[in-house]
């Protein structure tokens, strides 16, 4: 285990074990594992959604006067933290630990069952959750399992999840490539819209019934590359062909196009801006969406096993 870690975590009672340390803190149920490139540590404790929020602003603001240490997770039975391995860092863990407790007392109860938020009197377990571990009523394991697996259950993905998520990408697909053809009217500019363009698959795929799984996102970025694409022709022939009405030319759109790329360098200029932006944002925008699905699901899937 790291020395600074181990040093202040045995100066106020905690236990060490291996890369473990776990105890007691003001009360509070806390623990933490050291890991070669951070610890990674929390407070157990019984969160309702707006003790989370409260709890998440009092660490935003405390973790100011704390250096290399930062948020990791928060839900309804504790939060985690995340420190570099630096000696500065961890050092100050368990002083932090200290300070943190101390602030939430006020409003939360922490010699509660994390996972209930009553008194523990007997039929207590130990568990953990993620980084943290814990006791707690072992009933109240017995239903947060239960519940999990039923969620599991629910959110498993069948052929008609699929088929209703590829609709919804397609429709939104669709949605970016009217929203390109709109914001192209008022000039090149379709990019700001290619932004979008893999939000829009995205959200359509979960409103119409698609579940959180990697096929999500595969079909995200399949979609929005063939609409991006989509996007640029429709996009391009709106253009050209608010040009061929404003100049009464009566010459077909793609001849026209082809033309202007010839000759007017302007044109020819504004096209390439607007075609590396679209490609940028596209494959920015799709990356941004792409790990905010994976973090969704890995702090969706941080299980409770039992311990002893
Ligand atoms: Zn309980």
Redo the contacts with the bound molecule.
């Keep these: 285990m790291n020395d600074f870690v181990s040093k202040s975590a045995q100066a106020v009672g905690l236990t060490c074990n291996g890369d473990e340390f776990y105890g007691t803190l003001n009360g509070y149920q806390v623990s933490g594992r050291c890991y070669r490139m951070s610890t990674q540590f929390g407070v157990s404790v019984y969160l309702t959604l707006d003790l989370q929020m409260s709890i998440q602003f009092i660490a935003m603001n405390l973790l100011e006067g704390f250096p290399g240490i930062r948020v990791l997770s928060e839900n309804g039975n504790g939060i985690a933290f995340r420190a570099a391995a630096s000696p500065e860092a961890s050092a100050r863990i368990v002083l932090f630990l200290q300070q943190f407790t101390g602030m939430i007392s006020s409003f939360t109860k922490g010699e509660a ?1 994390p ?2 938020g ?1 008194p523990m009197d007997e039929g207590v377990c130990e568990v953990s959750s993620g980084v943290r571990r814990f006791k ?2 072992e009933a ?1 394991f017995e239903r947060v399992g239960q519940e999990q697996t039923a969620k599991k259950t629910e959110e498993a993905p069948s052929v008609s999840s699929y088929v209703r998520g590829i609709a919804g990408a397609l429709l939104g697909g669709l949605t970016g490539i009217a929203a390109c053809a709109l914001i192209n009217m008022i000039g090149f500019a379709s990019w700001i819209a290619m932004i979008f363009m893999p939000f829009f698959v995205m959200f359509l795929w979960e409103k119409l019934g698609g579940k959180n799984h990697v096929a999500k996102i595969v079909t995200m970025w399949i979609v929005s590359v063939v609409c991006f694409f989509a996007a640029l022709v429709v996009g391009y022939t709106v253009i050209v062909a608010m040009a061929l009405a404003q100049e009464g030319i009566t010459d077909s759109a793609f001849e026209y196009f082809v033309f202007m790329i010839r000759t007017q360098e302007q044109f020819r200029n504004a096209l390439l801006l607007d075609v590396s932006l679209s490609v940028a944002a596209t494959l920015g925008s799709a990356a941004f969406m792409t790990v905010r699905a994976v973090t969704k699901e890995r702090r969706t899937s941080s299980v409770l096993k039992k311990i002893s």
């Design positions: 069952c996972l209930c009553e707690a009523h109240c």
